[in-house]
């Protein structure tokens, strides 16, 4: 089985790309920008990433992510366990406290409309952002992944929103998450993703 996934490496869909690798699954990639004809033909609201999977189309990485990994038995704990529930909260929280808050700073910053947009925000969200990762690096402790030993969903978001967060020059204050995020971009499915 190949999957395809569509859209640019530069949005959530490199998620969605290196959970693919992680897995070691098949996969076609089209890199269609956001809101164009063949995305749109595929995601109503134009959004990237699109996985297909025969005649389903996928959105949201995360959906996506935890499709592939339920499905194919990786990068997650098993559905109706103690550990999965953990897991999901992980997901939840970095979903609710890093994406979002990286998500509303980039709306205000080019997405908005101009006469939308209040770019004092941003300093706030900043603020925010800082404190949403010391409280992430507490609740994980002694890794070196978000659930101990393995390496899950939570963990690729957190870390794509850690490269985000650099590129939007969001503070970058605490070393325990440096650290975290150095150690999942060196792994070799994120580099092949990377340099593809």
């Not at 098949?26 to 297909?52: C, E, F, M, Q, T």
């Not at 406290?97 to 101009?114: G, N, V, Y």
Request: proline share 4%.
């Amino acid at each position: 089985m190949t999957y395809t996934v569509i859209g640019t490496k530069t949005s959530r869909t490199f998620r969605v790309l290196w959970a693919l690798e992680e897995l070691g699954l098949d996969y076609a990639w089209n890199d269609d920008v956001p809101r164009s004809d063949a995305v749109r033909a595929l995601s109503p609201n134009g959004k990237v990433p699109v996985l297909v999977d025969g005649d389903t189309s996928l959105t949201d990485s995360t959906a996506i992510m935890q499709y592939l990994a339920d499905k194919h038995g990786g990068l997650t704990f098993a559905a109706g366990t103690i550990e999965r529930a953990k897991q999901d909260g992980f997901t939840h929280f970095v979903l609710d406290e890093l994406d979002a808050t990286l998500w509303t700073a980039a709306r205000h910053s080019f997405i908005l409309p101009k006469d939308k947009r209040v770019p004092e925000v941003k300093d706030s969200l900043k603020w925010e952002f800082q404190l949403s990762v010391d409280e992430l690096m507490r609740r994980m402790g002694d890794g070196p992944y978000l659930m101990g030993d393995t390496m899950t969903v939570a963990d690729i978001i957190a870390a794509h929103c850690g490269n985000w967060a650099f590129t939007a020059k969001f503070p970058q204050d605490n070393a325990d998450f440096a650290a975290y995020c150095k150690r999942l971009r060196s792994r070799e499915a994120f580099q092949r993703v990377k340099n593809a």
